[in-house]
C-alpha cells in the first residue's frame, strides 16, 4: 500500500515537472513578442513611439528650441543591398514634422523583400521621438537594380523638455538596419 502512495506523488511530481516545463517553453516563445510590445508603448530601451496623423496635429511647437538629429543606417551582410540617408544630420524645431529620405537599393540580380527594425540613442529620448510614417513599419521588396526613396515623417514632442533625463539630450540618433526576409517568414 505504500509503494502505490509514493506511485501517486511521483505521479503528481511529474505532471507538475510537465507542466513547468510546457509553462516556461510557452513563455520562452512569448518572450520576444511581448517585450517589444513593452518597448513599443513605453519607449523602452530607445524604441520609437508610432503615432497616427491626428495625434501629431494635437503637439505643439516648442518656440526657439531646437534638437539635432543624426541618421544612421546599416544593412546586414545577409542582404545585398545599399541603404543610406539622403543626409545624415538635421536639426529641427522640438515638437515640429520634419521628413528625411533613405534611399535603399538591391544590388542583386533577383527580387529580394527586406525589413527594417529601427533604435534610437540616447535611449531617454526613445519615449519623444515620435514617427508618423516610415518604411520601416512594412516590408519592403526591390527588383533586380531597383532604387527606392523612402520616407520617415517625425516629430520630436515637446515633453522631453520637461524630463529631467532627456531635456539636456541635445542630439538624437535614429539608427534603421535592414535584414533580408525569407520566403517561409520565419525572419532572418
Known sequence: ????????RNVRTAAW????AVAMTGLGF?????????????????????????????????????????FDSNVSSNLPWTFRPERTRDTISIGARDMMIFVA?????RPITGSATFN????????????????CFTEQTLQPGQEIRMPVVYYV???I?????????KEITLSYTFYPVDEAGSGR
Open 105 to 109: 537599393r538591391n544590388d542583386s540580380n
Open 161 to 169: 523638455l520637461d524630463d529631467p533625463d532627456a531635456r539636456t539630450v
Open 17 to 20: 515537472v510537465g507542466l513547468i
Open 30 to 70: 512569448a518572450a520576444v513578442p511581448l517585450y517589444r510590445i513593452f518597448c513599443q508603448v513605453t519607449g523602452f530601451a530607445g524604441t520609437t513611439m508610432r503615432v497616427t496623423e491626428a495625434e501629431a496635429e494635437q503637439i505643439v511647437v516648442a518656440d526657439g528650441k531646437t534638437i539635432s538629429v543624426r
Open 120 to 135: 534610437v540613442t540616447p535611449s531617454q529620448a526613445g519615449p519623444y521621438f515620435s514617427k508618423i510614417q516610415c518604411f
Open 1 to 8: 500500500m505504500q509503494w502505490i502512495s509514493r506511485l501517486d
Open 157 to 159: 514632442d515637446p515633453k
